[in-house]
């Protein structure tokens, strides 16, 4: 407010200046006046000059704010697209479990038929068996044998 008040009062006199009604002015008023519009002038370029600087800093920031922002969405879509791969690989990895499982708990009431067979064939090799072996044991070996072929 102060700084308007001033600058009407300063408008005032250049009015009265100008309208070369007051012959009173001395050149000294005059020149006065002409260092104070200089001063005030000089004030601008100064004022404009860190205008400009401030907006170019304004513009490098909002680039550099541009690139990051950019750089994080190529990351956040390199992170979801290495996140796809794992979950593809852990669910691929759970069903070969799953699959393994199965084959090992299959393999395990074969393992246990032969061995009720072969305690079988045991029992009646000892009360006077002849030492071949059935042909239901030969199956039971080869379809063993072809589980560990897998």
């Known amino acids: 407010m ?18 070369g009604l007051d012959e009173d002015f001395s050149l000294h008023e005059v020149k006065a006046q002409k260092a ?4 005030r002038d000089q004030e ?17 920031l909002r680039r550099e704010h541009d690139q990051q922002v ?14 796809e791969k794992v979950i593809r690989y852990q669910k691929q990895l759970q069903l070969n479990y799953v699959s393994m499982y ?6 395990e009431q074969e393992m246990e038929q032969l061995k009720v067979s072969t305690s079988d064939s045991q029992d009646r090799s000892k009360s006077g068996g002849s030492g071949h072996v059935s042909s239901a044991k030969a199956k039971l070996f080869s379809k063993f044998s072809s589980k560990f072929a897998d």
């Open 36 to 39: 104070i519009i200089i001063e």
């Open 102 to 107: 199965k084959k090992n708990k299959t393999l």
């Open 70 to 83: 950019e750089q994080f969405e190529v990351e956040t879509a390199n992170w979801l697209s290495e996140k």
């Open 44 to 60: 601008l370029e100064v004022l404009k000059k860190q205008l400009r600087a401030r907006e170019e800093s304004h513009t490098l």
């Open 2 to 19: 102060a700084n308007r008040k001033s600058l009407a009062e300063e408008v005032d006199n250049l009015k009265s200046l100008l309208s």
